[in-house]
């Protein structure tokens, strides 16, 4: 796939650098088949660039900050499929509500978290320096941690953050008879 363009027919012309063009039917072409990330990061991104030129007024990408994909994540809410219970609801903080309720659907913050590690990936591999990369700005990772924890209270579960192992585990020496 060329990246500059997000045009997948470039790849169907790639050949391997140690074969030859030659009109025998021995040449072999490389298939290049991107993987299932690579093709999501390529929608993911090219969704963002529709984002960009939809925009009013329209934004290039040199000039795209960090609320502008805070904006990008609050518009794609409205195609979300998790439910996510307001502080009012009756059903606010219940695993399993017993009943259906208006809450509006909204996405999960896996997702999101995903989306964003896709974008921020897209971004270098589209030129940009990782330092001025938009999907990495402050706001965007508080604002997915402001997500993560708004709807774990929502359904009643917490994100324990993991526990670092014990210094004490790391100091103990190997096993007898054991290599390094």
Known sequence: MDLV???PSAVSNMKPSNVQNSSSSAAAVAVYAPSRYENQKRRDWNTFGQYLRNHR???SLSLCNGGNVLEFLRYLDQFGKTKVH???CPFFG?????APCPCPLRQAWGSLDALIGRLRAAYEEHGGKPEA???GARTVRLYLREVRDFQAKARGVSYEKKRKRSNKAKLEPP??????
Not at 94 to 98: A, F, R
Not at 175 to 180: D, I, R, S
């Open 5 to 7: 363009s997000g045009n």
């Open 57 to 59: 007024p329209p934004l």
């Open 86 to 88: 307001n502080q009012t």
């Open 94 to 98: 219940l695993k399993n509500p017993p």
């Open 133 to 135: 990369n938009p999907f």
């Open 175 to 180: 096993p007898t008879g054991a290599t390094q």
